[in-house]
């Protein structure tokens, strides 16, 4: 057997259509355009090639797009104040931190500032909370963008054995909070895997869907994946490659090659999740944008 290649790109493409057509009804029917805006600290790599990520999906489906950039050195009390300001500008609807940041900033401090109804990225306490309750308002994107795959690629997930390997509060927990929820694309029996777990190939192998997010190359082998599972790989890691121009290349966190051979179905890395995670990012926004006009 080969697993069919699910094309993040693809399903992409049909919620940045969605998400077009919602801004320009939004527009019609507000006279204004959603806005979203990033908070960059220092120049990692990685991350400024994800918010320029974000910055093309804006500009794609209308959303206006700002990107404020501050190097490594800024204190705490200034990132918090730059927040601050943001949560009163009626023309921000989102709001997003670019996480990691550096060691001395605390992330959760920053992302308490984060006014609830402008965080899109999910991750404010009051956001987690309603989440964990079954009454989302934001779920963090790449979650959200899961569990779009898998209903776009027809996989029925009600009452699916569902195996998550990774506990992170950014995919892992609101992953499992989604999908143990009532409704479509969800009602699944779920397991998590972590750095606890005795015997994590003997859960993994049980999984009617397989999602690793780990964080580290190799984390599932094709040997953990149940013949016919479908198989969704969140992670995303730099591996150092002599034959490329860059000098390396991307992989996720299971073997694919081995498990092409097993799975009926595998999102490839890059070229999978990733796309999906921005695309949602953009149904956060919109939806923001919704909220604050209903609640004026």
């Known amino acids: 057997m080969t697993a069919r290649i699910i094309d993040g790109k693809e399903v992409a493409a049909k919620v940045h259509e969605e998400v077009t057509a919602g801004v320009t009804e939004f527009k019609e029917q507000h ?15 990685a991350s400024l090639s994800y918010v320029k990520g974000k910055e093309r999906a804006c500009e794609k489906v209308g959303i206006a797009t700002e990107t404020i950039l501050r190097d490594s050195s800024i204190t705490q009390e200034e990132l918090i104040w ?18 990691p940041l550096p060691k001395h900033l605390d992330e959760d401090a920053v992302i308490h500032a984060i006014d609830p109804m402008k965080d899109v990225d999910g991750l404010h306490p009051e956001n987690a909370g309603l989440l964990m309750l079954g009454q989302p308002r934001f779920a963090p994107a ?6 779009r795959m898998l209903v776009q690629e027809n996989v029925d997930m009600n009452g699916a054995q ?11 927990m609101p992953l499992t909070a989604l999908l143990l929820q009532k409704g479509i694309g969800a009602n699944s029996t779920v397991t998590v895997c972590h750095t606890g777990t005795k015997n994590m190939a ?4 049980r999984a009617d869907v397989l999602i690793a997010a780990a964080g580290f190359p190799g984390a599932v082998t094709a040997d953990m994946v149940k013949p016919g599972a479908v198989v969704i790989d969140v992670g995303v890691s730099r591996v150092e490659d002599s034959t490329r121009k860059r000098g390396y290349r991307l992989t996720g966190d299971v073997e694919f090659e081995g498990a092409l ?4 179905a595998i999102t490839p890395v890059p070229g999978g999740v990733g796309p999906m995670t921005i695309a949602m990012l953009l149904v956060n926004v919109l939806q923001a944008a919704k909220l604050a006009v209903t609640n004026r």
């Not at 943001?86 to 023309?91: I, K, Q």
């Not at 569902?162 to 892992?172: A, F």
């Not at 051979?261 to 009926?264: L, M, Y």
């Open 31 to 45: 006279g204004a355009i959603p806005g979203l805006t990033v908070v960059l600290v220092g120049d990692d790599p």
């Open 82 to 99: 730059i927040v601050k300001r943001l949560n009163t500008d009626p023309a921000v609807n989102g709001i997003l931190v670019q996480l």
């Open 142 to 147: 790449t979650p959200l963008g899961v569990q």
């Open 162 to 172: 569902v195996v998550i390997v990774g506990r992170s509060k950014l995919v892992g």
């Open 202 to 205: 003997a859960e993994t192998r």
């Open 261 to 264: 051979e097993v799975a009926s």
